[in-house]
């Protein structure tokens, strides 16, 4: 956090609401030149404070109707079982995000299906029957108070 100052907080607060913004742009919303803004960036992006840009798509819209929260108990907790689960759960574009836990259950996933036939066919056919699964709790995510919106940028350096 060290090598950032206010201006380079304030290009990533910019960044991370509106990733289309050009150099011109994101000058004039931080009163820096478009060739300062550039540079930054730039560093920003080799260092690796920004990791890409991407669109945000509305799931909706493509048919994927039903988000589900999906915890994920393995059969035995070894290397290459959690390896076999990770490579699963790589190839799979229906789970968004997944994340290894400590607790009671080993694996939260956050995935999204047409509907419950395909919520159906995605544990029955596709988690269940995999060697490395034990246990599989589904709960359907019935509205979402708070999206991802951006990781919190400093206050206290942006000024």
Same mark, same amino acid.
């Not at 913004?21 to 820096?32: G, K, V």
């Not at 909706?60 to 759960?89: E, P």
């Not at 066919?121 to 709960?139: A, G």
């Given at each position: 956090?060290? =090598?950032?100052? #206010?201006? *380079? %907080?304030?290009?990533?607060?910019?960044?991370?609401?509106?990733? @289309?913004?050009?150099? /011109?742009?994101?000058?004039?919303?931080?009163?820096?030149?478009?060739?300062?803004?550039?540079?930054?960036?730039?560093?920003?992006?080799?260092?690796?404070?920004?990791?890409?840009?991407?669109?945000?798509?509305?799931? =909706?819209?493509? #048919?994927? *109707? %039903?988000?589900?929260?999906?915890?994920?108990?393995?059969?035995? @907790?070894?290397?290459? /079982?959690?390896?076999?689960?990770?490579?699963?759960?790589?190839?799979?574009?229906?789970?968004?995000?997944?994340?290894?836990?400590?607790?009671?259950?080993?694996?939260?996933?956050?995935?999204?299906?047409?509907?419950?036939?395909?919520?159906?066919?995605?544990?029955?056919?596709?988690?269940?029957?995999?060697?490395?699964?034990?246990?599989?709790?589904?709960?359907?995510?019935?509205?979402?108070?708070?999206?991802?919106?951006?990781?919190?940028?400093?206050?206290?350096?942006?000024?």
């Amino acid at each position: 956090m060290e =090598q950032l100052d #206010g201006f *380079d %907080l304030k290009i990533l607060s910019e960044l991370q609401r509106d990733g @289309h913004l050009t150099n /011109n742009e994101l000058s004039e919303r931080i009163a820096l030149s478009p060739s300062q803004c550039s540079r930054r960036r730039t560093r920003l992006e080799a260092e690796g404070f920004i990791t890409g840009y991407q669109a945000q798509i509305d799931r =909706q819209k493509l #048919g994927l *109707d %039903l988000m589900v929260v999906i915890s994920v108990t393995l059969a035995t @907790h070894n290397r290459d /079982n959690a390896k076999r689960f990770g490579k699963l759960i790589a190839s799979l574009p229906e789970v968004l995000e997944a994340y290894a836990l400590t607790g009671e259950m080993d694996y939260h996933l956050r995935v999204v299906t047409p509907d419950l036939a395909g919520l159906s066919r995605f544990v029955n056919d596709v988690l269940l029957p995999h060697d490395s699964v034990q246990h599989v709790k589904t709960s359907i995510v019935l509205d979402t108070l708070k999206s991802f919106q951006g990781v919190p940028i400093p206050e206290r350096m942006k000024g």
